[in-house]
């Protein structure tokens, strides 16, 4: 049995019930001796944070929650305020600057999802990764989401599935496309059952790189003649 599954079942995170600890165990295997920040959204009474301390045992880790909680835990801050407060967010941010990885365990209310994700993924640094926990609140609709239209805008798996595109955005080739942040910026994305894994780093092949740059009437005429 691996450290981690040991620790969640020590300190009954859920993490483990929900078959989450696998996805970790893969991610986190090769780098948890490695002095790394870390922040989770979502305390609750704090079993993750114990198991992130014991496994992650040189790294400094944050928790955030919307509810207070007295809790001591080695190597371990705690904030206290609503995830979607970016002066709440920039705080924290302001005092670690960056974080190697990012869970989101927090509401699960879609738009709350999204607008964190938005804000911290300025502050993940190159390499990093983001966890979205506990998509199935995405079809639910009072988080946000839908079981009906699996199309509906707003939803964090909507969101999340949107981001496939930063990977190849390359390839849009649409002559007034502006690039957006995420574009370029994330390496990959794996979706598990219910938990989300999101990649960050500039993209290192450039497909086009040596190809002149097309002109503004190049791309006009090239883009209209698509249309007839
Ligand atoms: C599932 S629990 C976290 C469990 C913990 N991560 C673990 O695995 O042991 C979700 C937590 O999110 C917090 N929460 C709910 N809405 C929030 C919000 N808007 N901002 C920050 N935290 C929120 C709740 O108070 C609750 O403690």
Redo the contacts with the bound molecule.
Sequence with gaps: MSDLIKLAQLYK???YEMGYIDVYENYFKDIKDKKLKIL??????????KVWSEYFKNSEIVG????PIDLNIKNVELFF????DLKFLAEIVGKYKYFDII?D?????SS?VIKSFNYLFDYLSDGGLYFVE?LHYSYYPRYGGSRLNLNKKGTSINFLKSLVDSVNYENFDRPFYKKNKFNGMINNINFFQNIAVISKNPSKIYLYKNKPKASFFEKTKKFFSKLF
């Design positions: 995170a859920n993490k989770e959204i979502g305390i609750d009474k704090g079993p993750s944070l955030l929650d919307i509810k305020g609503d995830q979607t869970i365990d927090g509401s699960h209310i709350h506990d």
